[in-house]
């Protein structure tokens, strides 16, 4: 029997990331250089070049493992929206908290990715898994890198709420926070694991800063979905792990007590 979806939380920057990864026994976690054969797709947000009118590149997609699989799928170009467009304008300078809704739902062997706001979709797209492999765990990076301009930067996946078979579970905030003026992490995972079938991740994100914009990549976030996990238990860096039970409890005595009852 598998067990409950269960919460992570901040595993630490990427190499600890790696290293808890390793610790679950996922294949390509265990050399020195990492193979993302088993890193599926990244729907991706991140700080590029679009702060008016001008083009941006990459700013939010959601990215497939495209071969060479070893490589992770942020290395593939994001497909292309079937709505929306794949440039933002994040325009949150100065802190001013920015929220962009987003999900990401898995059904069956179809994948899709959607960022709105209001009644806009910013962005949408869709694959379908060919092999049907089940996304079990889910890595939520965020990445947040403050310039010789830039005094204080901040990327956050936050409200999160993932719903699956076993009913619907609150994510604990990711967020990177770089400033000059402390010593906090500019790097951030969070990790949730053994999820069964379906699922539904929504949530919301903001890039904010305070000083010169940022370019390129120096602030971005990915929800890393990934197949081929081990399932148990096994001694991770956060003790507090939270189980998912949902209405899987109430659906276990249920069924229990039919079963005496057809005795």
């Given at each position: 029997m598998a067990s409950a979806t269960s919460i992570v939380g901040?595993?630490?920057?990427?190499?600890?990331?790696?290293?808890?990864?390793?610790?679950?026994?996922?294949?390509?976690?265990?050399?020195?250089?990492?193979?993302?054969?088993?890193?599926?797709?990244?729907p991706q947000?991140?700080?590029?070049?679009?702060?008016?009118?001008?083009?941006?590149e990459n700013e939010i997609g959601l990215h497939v493992n495209d071969a060479p699989l070893n490589t992770p799928p942020t290395s593939s170009a994001p497909l292309t929206a079937a709505e929306g467009s794949i440039q933002l304008a994040w325009g949150s300078a100065g802190f001013s908290n920015t929220?962009?809704?987003?999900?990401?739902?898995?059904?069956?062997?179809?994948?899709?990715?959607?960022?709105?706001?209001g009644s806009t979709t910013l962005y949408r797209a869709e694959f379908e898994n060919a092999n049907n492999d089940d996304v079990t765990l889910l890595g939520l990076r965020t990445r947040s890198t403050a310039s010789a301009t830039t005094s204080a930067s901040r990327v956050r996946l936050t409200n999160l709420s993932l719903v699956t078979s076993y009913g619907t579970l609150s994510l604990p905030e990711s967020a990177?926070?770089?400033?000059?003026n402390d010593g906090v992490s500019p790097v951030s995972n969070v990790v949730v694991k053994d999820i069964l079938g379906d699922f539904a991740l929504t949530g919301q994100t903001s890039m904010d800063w305070t000083g010169s914009a940022l370019s390129r990549s120096a602030m971005a976030w990915q929800i890393k979905g990934f197949y081929g996990v081990p399932e148990g238990d096994v001694n991770t860096?956060?003790?507090?792990?939270?189980?998912?039970?949902?209405?899987?409890?109430?659906?276990?005595?249920?069924?229990?007590?039919?079963?005496?009852n057809a005795l």
């Open positions: 901040n595993v630490g920057d990427d190499v600890a990331f790696n290293q808890y990864m390793n610790s679950l026994g996922v294949p390509g976690f265990q050399t020195p250089s990492v193979d993302y054969s088993y890193e599926m797709f990244a947000g991140r700080i590029g070049n679009n702060l008016s009118t001008a083009g941006g929220l962009f809704d987003f999900e990401l739902k898995r059904v069956g062997i179809r994948i899709s990715f959607r960022m709105w706001t990177a926070y770089d400033t000059s860096p956060e003790p507090s792990s939270m189980m998912l039970i949902g209405g899987s409890l109430a659906g276990i005595l249920l069924t229990l007590a039919r079963r005496r």
